[in-house]
């Protein structure tokens, strides 16, 4: 029961929720993390407030909601019931931490999302959510622009969060320098592919890691590490840093080319469209035009080429779905803003960073997000993470 977290709306960033007679309609929820099940509602507080108790996913994963809600109950609170008694129009579902608050002047608040508590029931006609739920599995990818000048953010998001499969792009270190052991402590399995200053791709993994392998596995090697692939928890996974471009007359631009056409290759070889696959990492590329901030500023530039995208396209051919798209078919979703020109306060970015799935893992794929609130702080990456949870 100790790990119950129990508190008032705005107290503790990572504990509670109450939202009054909120219905879970804040607009921004894929910009942001689940953290948890609401599984008890304590009463009113008079001011028009509910309180909630929350289960963080660390406990959901060693325990059902049935489990979790007959703990609830005996909480030194008043009112106290377990979640097959809550209702959608009292404010019950999934809590995110969401930051909308924050672009209009106010601090960031948790909110409870019901559609997301509907969703997961599977149900139109109760907001009961099955006592014998758990988590799925949380695959997120993250380019995080330098292991080494970043571990510490790397860890209290890891932490936070709590990732089953982390995909890394970026960390710009030596297989000599990464990190395996702080990993290794933290309840993470770890492969990494690196070459020292720049590049170096990782996958980290607390659901097994098995069958490591570096580089393409057809073709010619890459000489820069790029792309590493593992098997965990049943689901093969492929983290990916595309090559950047540089400009349409470069060469590097040819190069991004012939590896995304390697990266194709590389895919038919190791799986089958009918297989467990996840292909996520830094793309480099801006799938469409909702994708970028501006279509107009970016004309004649790479990340939005038209080659480029065939090349995507012709991943999609192959059976990758760009999962996080189809669930979020909004605007204004980007996982990448430049350092330069306040960017990201303007609004300034582009969704390059996806995770491809087959069709088998779309279909199970339960939420997804882009967890915006990575980007703010102190010495942020310019990318964020990006995450799907799939079941079991």
Excluded at 12 to 24: I, T
Excluded at 188 to 206: I, M, P, R
């Amino acid at each position: 029961m100790a790990r119950l977290q129990v508190g008032r709306f705005n107290e503790h960033p990572h504990s509670v929720v109450g939202a009054g007679d909120n219905r879970g309609e804040a607009t921004r929820c894929h910009s942001a993390h689940v953290v948890g099940l609401v599984i008890a509602v304590i009463g009113n507080e008079g001011d028009g407030q509910l309180r909630f108790a929350i289960a963080p996913r660390r406990l959901l994963r060693e325990q059902t909601v049935r489990d979790v809600a007959q703990t609830a109950v005996a909480l030194p609170e008043s009112g106290a019931h377990p979640i097959r008694e809550f209702a959608p129009q009292r404010g019950v579902g999934v809590v995110h931490a969401d930051q909308f608050a924050h672009d209009h002047g106010r601090k960031a608040r948790w909110v409870v999302d019901p559609a997301r508590f509907a969703l997961l029931t599977r149900s139109t006609g109760t907001a009961r959510q099955p006592d014998n739920y758990r988590l799925g599995v949380l695959i997120a990818t993250w380019n995080v622009n330098s292991l080494k000048a970043r571990l510490p953010r790397v860890q209290a998001w890891i932490t936070d969060v709590q990732p089953d499969v982390l995909l890394m792009q970026e960390t710009k270190l030596t297989d000599k320098a990464f990190p395996a052991l702080t990993f290794s402590e933290m309840g993470y399995e770890s492969a990494h592919f690196g070459q020292g200053q720049w590049n170096g791709v990782a996958v980290l993994s607390k659901v097994g890691l098995a069958n490591p392998r570096a580089n393409f596995v057809i073709g010619e090697p890459d000489a820069e590490a790029r792309i590493i692939t593992a098997d965990c928890g049943g689901v093969t996974v492929v983290s990916v840093y595309v090559p950047n471009g540089r400009a349409l007359d470069h060469e590097h631009y040819q190069y991004k080319l012939r590896w995304l056409d390697q990266l194709t290759a590389h895919v038919a070889a190791i799986t089958k469209p009918t297989d467990e696959l996840v292909v996520a990492g830094d793309f480099n590329i801006a799938p469409a035009d909702i994708d970028v901030w501006d279509v107009k500023a970016l004309a004649g530039c790479t990340h939005v080429s038209a080659p480029e995208r065939d090349r995507l396209a012709a991943l999609h051919k192959w059976g990758l779905r760009d999962v996080v798209r189809e669930q979020h078919p909004e605007p204004g979703i980007y996982s990448w803003w430049d350092y330069r020109n306040g960017s990201f306060h303007r609004g300034w970015g582009m969704r390059i960073d996806l995770a491809l799935v087959t069709a088998s893992v779309a279909k199970r794929t339960t939420w997804s997000a882009i967890d915006r609130n990575a980007r703010k702080g102190e010495q942020p990456s310019d990318h964020v993470p990006v995450m799907i949870e799939v079941a079991a």
